[in-house]
Nanobody
Framework: QVRLVESGGGLVQPGGSLRLSCATS????????MGWYRQAPGKKRELVAT???????NYAESVKGRFTVSRDNAKNTVYLQMNSLKPDDKAIYYC?????????WGQGTQVTVSS
């Protein structure tokens, strides 16, 4: 069993930045890949960014160059640094991780981009 707890969402103006955090209940090395998905109102959940145990990252085209996924192994935490935020980035952001062929999800954190 893996517990994922997100934090860091909120309201930000267009062009602003936020950093999301996802703390895991297990060693981060046992969870791969880990990453972030988002779901906007009326839309399907979509991949934002993922990172494997070996450090291979994958980004959605819509966030390349603006978002960065990273991790702190000592804190068992994955981050999503979001810069140059746009209104289209508004969504609930979910942390995801795979452990022993099972997928685990956090509860989600709301990101709103509005002036």
């Amino acid at each position: 069993q893996v517990r994922l707890v997100e934090s860091g969402g909120g309201l930000v103006q267009p062009g602003g930045s936020l950093r999301l955090s996802c703390a895991t209940s297990r060693s981060i090395f046992s969870i791969s890949p880990m990453g972030w998905y988002r779901q906007a109102p009326g839309k399907k959940r979509e991949l934002v960014a993922t990172m494997t145990r070996g450090g291979i990252v994958n980004y959605a085209e819509s966030v390349k160059g603006r978002f960065t996924v990273s991790r702190d192994n000592a804190k068992n935490t994955v981050y999503l640094q979001m810069n140059s935020l746009k209104p289209d980035d508004k969504a609930i952001y979910y942390c995801n991780g795979r452990h022993r062929e099972s997928d685990y999800w956090g509860q989600g954190t709301q990101v709103t981009v509005s002036s």
